[in-house]
C-alpha cells in the first residue's frame, strides 16, 4: 500500500448503510496552523475605525460581538465527539479549538475597545447566548449541525475578506489586520466540523443527514444573519440614526455597495445542496497569502 493510498483510506469513513464509502473532501496533505496572534493592546481604534464609516463599523462590530460566546459554542459542541474520533480527525478538532480560544481572546479585546467608545455591546452577546439556550436539550448532532452552518457562513465571509481588498479598504490597520488572521484561519480549518459530522453521522441515511443539514442551515443562518442585521441597526441608532435611515443605509451596504451579502449568496447556497462539503471549494491559496511563521505551532498526529 503506497503512501497516498494509506493517507485516502485514513480519511475515508467506514461504510453507511447504502454500503458506499463517503469520504471527505479535505485535502489529504491539509494542516491547520494555530497562529497565536495578539494586536496591538494600546492601539486605540476610532470610533468608526473601519473607513470612517459608521455603517461599515456598525456591521463589522456587530460581527465582533457575537464572536466570542459563538465560538465557545463550537468548541463545546465538538467535545462529546472528540474521544471517538480517529487519531488525525482527534489532533485537527484540538487545533481547531486552540484557533477558536484565540480567535475569542482577540474579539474580545476588540469589543472592549467597542465598548470603550460608548457603544453598548454586550446586549449583543446576550442575545447570542439566548439564542444557544435554545439549544439546550437537543441531539448533539443538531448542535453540531448549527456549528457546521455558522463555520459555512464564516468562511464564505472570510474568503470574501481575503480575496476581495475593497471589503477592508480604509479600515483601521490593527483592526483589518486582526480580521484578516481570523479569517485565515476560519478558511483553514472550514472543513474540520464536517468531517466530523460525516464520522458522526456516519451510519445514517443519506436523506436523513442530508435533510438535518440542509433544514438546519437555512433555519439558523437565517436566525444568526438576522440577528447580526438587528443589533447594527441597534448600534447605528446608538450613533444618532434614525432606524429607518439606519436600515436603509445598512442593507445599501450589505447587499449594493459594496454588497458582500448578495456575492456570496450562492456560495452560501451550496449548503443547500446533497454532496456539500466545504472543500469543495479550494481556498488554500489564500491561506498561503497569510501563512503562518509558526512552523512549530502545527498540530502533530497524536
Known sequence: MNDQTRLDLERAEPLGKTGVARTTATPAEHELIVRDQRFDREHMVPRWWHSNDPVATAWYNS????????EAFFIDTLKPFRDDLPPKLRAEVKAFSKQEINHTREHV????????HGYNVESIAEGIQAMLDLTEGRPKEFNLAITIALEHFAAIISRHL????RYLDGADPVAADVWRWHATEEIEHKGLVYDVWLHVTRDWS????????????????K?????????????LEQDGFSRRKAKRELYKFLWWKPGMMRRMFFEWAAILTPGFHPWKQDDRALIAKYESPYADAVMPAE
Open 63 to 70: 460581527v465582533s460581538a457575537s464572536l466570542p460566546r459563538g
Open 109 to 116: 479585546a476588540f469589543n472592549r475597545l467597542i465598548a470603550d
Open 162 to 165: 481575503l480575496s476581495d481588498p
Open 206 to 221: 443519506s436523506w436523513k443527514r442530508y435533510k438535518t443539514r440542509a433544514l438546519i442551515a437555512a433555519l439558523i443562518t
Open 223 to 235: 436566525k444568526y444573519f438576522g440577528n447580526r442585521i438587528r443589533d447594527a441597526i441597534g448600534l
